[in-house]
């Protein structure tokens, strides 16, 4: 009898612990996602040579071998600039899926999409304060055509988005972008689908060293909650946020463990009412 109660107690132990784990693993994970909105030209001048078709199976090949994990937004040229897909979880597909569906007829209002590109980006910040990594992509075979300050304002805006952290990655398609090379954070230029796809891949694949980091409060928070977690052996166990700095994480324990010993009580009575 008591041996089947220790079991019981050890069982309902385990599962409560795995709970926990798996609620902040994936806390740690939103936490620390990495999210990349891509600008998607879609201007009249993408017709000619198919450089639409090159450009759409370049992207569903590299969105396909994305992370889930990682957030996606779309934007692209029509009415003046809008956003296609909003930045949110799960929405690489979608993304995909609307990038099949551009067609090449509209200007070039690269500026006015890094703006909304911007404002979506410190919206979710300050409703989600966190460590994201936010990255810009301009994908385009050409020059801005809406803005006044035609190219000088592209570079304007991006410098504006990297100056609060956010990295832009610029793609010059078929010889056309090179404007942007001194402002963004990486370029790339691609003649063809194949050069497109090897840019693509580099997108989200590391930060130069000579990149200027500011450590925000929500980092500071997230590395302070870090230190409080005690040492063990990586290869057996994954570094977690410290369950006391959440004070829901605080009663997920206790109230399990009342569950356990409710039972035990309840078996225990069971046994002597037997006897």
């Given at each position: 009898m008591n041996k089947r109660i220790?079991?019981?107690?050890?069982?309902?132990?385990?599962?409560?612990?795995?709970?926990?784990?798996?609620?902040?693993?994936?806390?740690?994970?939103?936490?620390?996602?990495?999210?990349?909105?891509?600008?998607?030209?879609?201007?009249?001048?993408?017709?000619?040579?198919?450089?639409?078709?090159q450009a759409k199976r370049a992207f569903s090949?590299?969105?396909?071998?994305?992370?889930?994990?990682?957030?996606?937004?779309?934007?692209?040229?029509?009415?003046?600039?809008q956003i296609a897909v909003p930045l949110d979880k799960n929405t690489r597909d979608e993304v995909a899926r609307r990038v099949q569906q551009l067609s090449p007829e509209y200007n070039t209002p690269i500026t006015q999409c890094l703006r909304l590109a911007g404002a979506q980006i410190q919206k979710r910040q300050q409703q989600n304060p966190s460590s994201e990594r936010h990255i810009v992509v301009i994908f385009t075979d050409g020059h801005e055509t809406q803005d006044r300050r035609g190219n000088q304002g592209v570079v304007e805006e991006v410098n504006n988005l990297t100056s609060q952290g956010i990295e832009v990655v610029g793609i010059g398609f078929h010889g056309q972008g090179d404007y942007m090379q001194n402002a963004v954070t990486n370029y790339y230029t691609a003649d063809n689908e194949t050069e497109l796809?090897?840019?693509?891949?580099?997108?989200?694949?590391?930060?130069?060293?000579?990149?200027?980091f500011e450590i925000t409060e929500s980092e500071k928070k997230l590395m302070a909650q870090a230190s409080a977690i005690p040492l063990s052996d990586p290869s057996t166990s994954q570094p977690q946020p410290s369950p006391e700095s959440d004070p829901k994480k605080k009663t997920t324990f206790p109230f399990i463990f009342i569950i356990a010993l409710f039972i035990i009580v309840t078996q225990l009575f069971k046994g002597f009412a037997k006897k």
């Open positions: 220790f079991t019981l107690l050890l069982t309902t132990l385990a599962f409560a612990q795995a709970d926990i784990d798996s609620d902040l693993d994936r806390e740690l994970r939103d936490q620390t996602a990495t999210s990349i909105s891509i600008i998607f030209d879609d201007s009249g001048s993408m017709a000619p040579n198919g450089k639409i078709g090949a590299w969105l396909s071998a994305q992370s889930e994990d990682t957030r996606f937004s779309l934007l692209h040229f029509a009415n003046g600039g796809a090897k840019g693509l891949a580099q997108v989200a694949a590391e930060v130069p060293i000579d990149a200027d």
